[in-house]
Structure formats: structure tokens, C-alpha cells
């Protein structure tokens, strides 16, 4: 039976789970923690892929024995073996009497199963508690597991009249200095950054996460159907520095290809669907190469690309009290657009925060 303080623990143990983001893709965020007779004796989470499990950091750090205590847990205990052993085999080691799970894993390696070994074992398990909040924080997770496609969120920066350059291209800079620490929170977050050949044409970007201290870098995907990109870009310039991936159809020269790859690039081949990279075929290619989240910084041709196939799944728009005006001026998603507004793609769960002068607006898409 659920107790009063369940509630109060578990949303510690996603406080934990937290520590993980960007560190553990693509597995999921999770923490946990161990209590006995009312103290908290141990916390752990899952620090880094290939790392030990939240569960097994928790007891690594016990402070006594943990015997007969409750652990609370983010996501149902692994009961398989991959890049650690079980957590299950842990819990029943050290007689913990009772676990508290938020979330079960929807892994077909788990999916109930560790769940059910641990009533097995007689330990009294309680499941669901705070699980919605656990859906958001791992959507991530939950998305790439059961589509082994990755999570997109599509992040834009606009004036106050929907401008994301001046008329002459100039867009340094849109927003302010704390919405771009934001973003650059976002690259460190997510596994890859990907913009269209058009962007890299116009602002020549070095896409990697500008943070101080040790960060993952993302990996950094263009999408070229034709592999035109300069060899003098700073992206393929610095591509034995960060992991660089140039999509393309098969409409490219060899030679070129062979020059990419000399300069530390990868490329990858994707269907074409007129005469452009199938964005379809690009979601399920990068997916498979074990990419479960991409932030999507291109320019509006490639967002109304993306939108159009019902490949974003979340939004964040910053938006500065600026206004520059121009009818020329490019947008944060062109294209032709729609016909009548009731066509139009409608967020959810939308929320509003001030990040220093500016604004920023987050919603998330649900594609039926």
C-alpha cells in the first residue's frame, strides 16, 4: 500500500535522476534512493552510459545495512543482463523488503519482468507513484525504446515580429546571453544538432556545446542531399574533433564523399523522395545508429520539412523584444504553409518562461 511519504521520495529520486541528463543516452534517467526506519541511507543514479545502474550506485553508497528497507526507484530494476549485471539480483542480495517504483520499463527486456522476479523473491512492490511526471522527464527514453527513432525538438529564436534573420541575413544575435546559455544546455542534453546545408552556407557554424567543465558533445548531423558542403566549413574542419555526419541521397560524386570521409567525416546514405534526403529514411537511420534525441536548429525550410512529416516532437521557441520588420526577411518555418488555420499544427502542454529579456515558449506536438 502506498504510503504518505512515497510521493515525497520518489520526486527526490527524480530530483537524482537528473544528474544523468546528457550522460546517459540513450538509456533513460533514473534515480533511486534507500530508506530505513524513516532516514535516508543511500542515493544513487544513473551517472553515465555503460555506468553502473541508479539502484546499484544507491547501495554502493550505503551508509549501514539495507536490509528491510524501502528503496524507491524512478524506473522498474533491470532484470537482464547488459552492460552491468540485473539490478533485480542486487535488490534480493542486499533483502531490501520493499521497492517503490515510479515508471515501468516499456524494454521488452523488462516490461514487468523485473516487477515480477522481485514479488517472486517476496519483496512487497508498489508501482505508479508520480508517473506521469516520470513519463516527461524520460518521453526521451520512452519514444526511442519503443520506435528506435529519436526525439525531436525543434528550437527556434525569433523577434518579436517572427524574424530569425534581418533581410540581409544577419542573425548574430537574436536573442539575449542567457537564452543562448539555454540552448547550449540543449546541445549538451540531447545526442545530435542538425541543421540543413542551407544554414551552414549562410553562418559557416561550428555546432558543438560551448559550456564550460566536461560535457558530451552532440553529434553534429547535416542534412545535404547533395554533399555540396565546402571542405573549408568549420564543420568539416573540425570533424576528428567532433563527431560530424553529413545525410545524403545517392546523387553524389564519389570523389566527394571520399573527400568527406579523409576529413574525419561520416556520411550516410538515405532514400531520396524529390530529389531531397527522405526525412523518414534520415529519422530511422540515425535512430538505428543509436541517436535517441536531436535538436533541430536548421532554418525554416528544414522545420517546415520536419513539421510537414510529423517528425517533431517538441517545440521551443525564444522570442526577443526586438522588432526588425522586412518581408524578406526568412522565418522560422517557410515552405508554402497551410491553406485554412484550422490546418494548423497546435501545441500542448504549453508552457512560457522569462530567460533574461527574453521569452521562451515550450510545447510539445502530438502526431496522430
Known sequence: MMEAKDIEYMNRAMELAERGRGWVNPNPCVGALIVKEGRVIAEGWHERYGGLHAERNAFKHCVEDPAGATMYVTLEPCCHYGKTPPCTEAIIEHRIARVVVGLLDPNPLVAGKGIAILREAGIAVEVGVEEEKLRLQNR???????????????????????????????????????????????????????????????????????????????VRIVVDSRASISLDAQLV?????????????ESVEEEKLRSLQACGVETILCRSRAGRVDLQDLTKKIGQLGIDSVLLEGGGELNEAFLQEGLVDEVYTFIAPKLIGGKEAKTPVEGTGIARMQEAIVLNSVSVEKIGADVVVRGFVHNQ
Open 237 to 249: 574542419q573540425t570533424a576528428r574533433d567532433y563527431r560530424t555526419w553529413i545525410v545524403h541521397t
Open 140 to 218: 526521451i527514453f520512452l519514444k526511442y525504446i519503443t520506435t528506435r527513432r529519436p526525439w525531436v525538438v525543434m528550437k527556434t529564436a525569433m523577434t518579436l515580429d517572427g524574424k530569425i534573420a534581418a533581410y540581409t541575413g544577419d542573425s548574430h544575435w537574436v536573442t539575449g546571453e542567457d537564452s543562448r546559455r539555454k540552448v547550449q544546455e540543449m546541445r549538451a542534453a540531447l545526442m545530435g544538432i542538425m541543421v540543413g546545408i542551407g544554414t551552414v552556407k549562410v553562418d559557416n557554424p561550428m555546432l558543438n556545446c560551448r559550456l564550460e567543465g566536461d560535457v558530451r558533445q552532440p
